[in-house]
């Protein structure tokens, strides 16, 4: 699948938009003196679902240019955010969890936004063979369903914090129980944490050495963030933790895993132009 740069760019734009109207909709919703979420929630799906096919075939066009991953910092977030709209579909045809793209479809727009005029993806600095680019997968994978464990602990903090208010906002009036929340959040950092160590362990098994220098430091990052959810985790089983503590070991790990990935991307391509 390959687009010319105007046939590229536009539906860039159009995806974007697409994704800001699923997120307005829902905020005009949270204001209207008269909510009709119910009503709303069909058009909020529908603008997800063709904001979501456009995505993809973005991607699939940046990944046909070459025939392989692309492996630079936009096209990598882009992905990383498909993702997140894929497993955003598939929850909310079971929960009704439209409240969270407030939170996601600005950043998918932004992600898909930042790859205008990037219709030919530079080629990664080293060749990735089958075993790299199942690495490559599972990072975005477990980064992806991280990501949205990060922002669903942001409205699980907002929710806990008006447990007692008396006129709680329309937001967290919208939002599922504070129970589905945390059971969703856990269940979410439980699959992350699965990807992020087939991650970690293919990285040691197909990368020449994972401890180069211009690895070192996402390696280390990863590792610290492995081990961050895994004691979350483990004091949710031993000790029962919820709430505030939960939501900061989530924040904790998830910055380590964006330095680990993002913050070490940015610094090789974007500050030393190594690609």
């Known amino acids: 699948m390959l687009f010319s740069l105007t046939i590229f760019n536009t539906l ?99 992600a898909v936004l930042l790859n205008f005029n990037n219709a030919s993806p530079p080629l990664p600095t080293s060749n990735l063979d089958g075993g790299l680019q199942a690495h490559i997968i599972l990072s975005v994978l477990s980064y992806s369903l991280l990501t949205v464990a990060a922002f669903q602990s942001i409205l699980l903090s907002l929710q806990e914090k008006q447990l007692h208010n008396r006129h709680p906002s329309r937001l967290i009036n919208c939002l599922p129980p504070m129970q589905l929340m945390e059971s969703l959040l856990f269940r979410t950092i439980f699959l992350g944490m699965l990807l992020l160590t087939f991650a970690l362990a293919s990285g040691f098994i197909f ?23 895994a004691a979350l985790l483990g004091g949710r089983y031993f000790f029962g933790w919820r709430g505030q503590k939960a939501v900061k070991w989530t924040y904790g790990g998830y910055f380590a895993l964006m330095l680990a990935y993002f913050g070490s991307k940015f610094v090789l391509q974007m500050l030393l132009d190594q690609g």
Not at 75 to 81: A, D, G
């Open 207 to 229: 990368l020449d050495d994972i401890f180069a220098q211009h690895l070192v430091h996402k390696t280390f990052l990863s590792i610290i963030a492995w081990v961050l959810f």
């Open 12 to 110: 860039t734009v159009v995806s974007a938009l697409l994704y800001i109207i699923g997120a307005c909709l829902i905020v005009v919703n949270l204001n209207s003196t008269e909510p009709t979420f119910k009503s709303q929630r069909q058009w909020v799906l529908i603008s997800a679902i063709l904001a979501i096919v456009i995505h993809t075939s973005l991607v699939a066009h940046s990944y046909s240019v070459n025939q392989i991953i692309a492996n630079d910092l936009f096209s990598m977030l882009s992905l990383v955010f498909l993702v997140i709209g894929l497993l955003f579909i598939i929850s909310a045809a079971n929960q009704s969890i439209e409240t969270l793209s407030i939170i996601i479809f600005p950043f998918s727009a932004l």
